[in-house]
T-cell receptor
Framework: SAVISQKPSRDICQRGTSLTIQCQVD?????MFWYRQQPGQSLTLIAT?????????ESGFVIDKFPISRPNLTFSTLTVSNMSPEDSSIYLC????????????????FGPGTRLTVL | SQQGEEDPQALSIQEGENATMNCSYK?????LQWYRQNSGRGLVHLIL?????REKHSGRLRVTLDTSKKSSSLLITASRAADTASYFC??????????????FGKGTHLIIQP
């Protein structure tokens, strides 16, 4: 599987501020995704990060609140804008489309997550 | 919104016993993937089963898939304390023409008592 790193691993932020989370993969991948996991909950897909074009957002998530960049096949960023306490969650980067895996392009791998607390 | 439900939501068993978790989903899928999460950390991929497969094994893990009932089960045999974690199923409705991620169930929190 690919090695996926996220920065920062955790942060405590004040309401009204913004935080940019970075996701770096050690190999080129076809697709990158961003998920949110609210406290005690399961994961919810925020958006698909598309290289060279605007991200594709799921219902309930908008670009102004969660702008996403993907400048190349190994890197993406998610910004959480104008934060409120309700944004306190773990944010996870995920990838699919790794060459050389037994399950071809279908298996999705996850980064270690960024734990965000908004005061 | 969540694709489906995991059952049970919480499970506590003795070390050495087998643990079975179930997952139901609502729509047609291409594959179903099981993940483990320890204490709010990142997800570890356990196993992927395709819609045309009925059973798959990986070490102490056995996964079944019944597409007619839209359900899957994860069996962990000879459980160990290190298996204590939350387990999630996630369905993939990848169409090849869109940009679909995974839809997760609510998860089962498994506790292995030493």
């Amino acid at each position: 599987s690919a090695v996926i790193s996220q920065k920062p691993s955790r942060d405590i932020c004040q309401r009204g501020t913004s935080l940019t989370i970075q996701c770096q993969v050690d190999s080129q991948v076809t697709m990158m995704f961003w998920y949110r996991q609210q406290p005690g909950q399961s994961l919810t897909l925020i958006a698909t990060a598309n290289q060279g074009s605007e991200a594709t957002y799921e219902s309930g998530f908008v670009i102004d609140k969660f702008p996403i960049s993907r400048p190349n096949l190994t890197f993406s960023t998610l910004t959480v804008s104008n934060m409120s306490p309700e944004d306190s969650s773990i944010y996870l980067c995920s990838v699919r489309g790794l060459a050389g895996t037994a399950d071809g392009t279908d298996t999705q791998y996850f980064g270690p997550g960024t734990r965000l607390t908004v005061l | 919104s969540q694709q489906g439900e995991e059952d049970p939501q919480a499970l506590s068993i003795q070390e050495g016993e087998n643990a079975t978790m179930n997952c139901s989903y609502k729509t047609s899928i291409n594959n179903l993937q099981w993940y483990r999460q320890n204490s709010g950390r990142g997800l570890v991929h356990l196993i992927l089963i395709r819609s045309n497969e009925r059973e798959k094994h990986s070490g102490r893990l056995r996964v079944t898939l019944d597409t007619s009932k839209k359900s899957s089960s994860l069996l962990i045999t000879a459980s160990r304390a290190a298996d204590t974690a939350s387990y999630f199923c996630a369905t993939d409705a990848w169409s090849g023409g869109g940009a679909d991620g995974l839809t997760f169930g609510k998860g089962t929190h498994l506790i292995i008592q030493p």
